[in-house]
């Protein structure tokens, strides 16, 4: 995937502008992985769904608190 494809897909699937959309498509590429939001389970299911239709791949995980 491009670096645009990653920005423009957090831009449009997560309430995350550019500039943090940006930042954390930088991070990910930089240490293989990235904690992009927090949500309750059934958002994060779906944002994992929305993601996948896109060619980007998600993973969940509870809230390690």
């Known amino acids: 995937n491009t670096v645009e ?5 957090i831009v ?3 309430p995350l502008n ?7 498509t930088l991070t ?3 240490k ?3 904690l992009l939001l927090v ?9 994992q ?3 996948t239709s896109l060619k980007l791949t998600v993973s ?4 390690a608190s």
Request: hydrophobic letters at 40%; zero cysteines.
């Open 49 to 51: 769904e929305q993601f």
């Open 39 to 47: 949500t309750h389970k059934e958002r994060a299911e779906l944002y």
């Open 5 to 9: 494809h990653v920005i423009l897909s």
């Open 60 to 63: 969940i995980e509870p809230d």
């Open 18 to 24: 550019t500039e943090a959309a940006f930042e954390k």
């Open 12 to 14: 449009k699937l997560t």
């Open 32 to 34: 293989g992985l990235v």
């Open 28 to 30: 990910a590429h930089e």
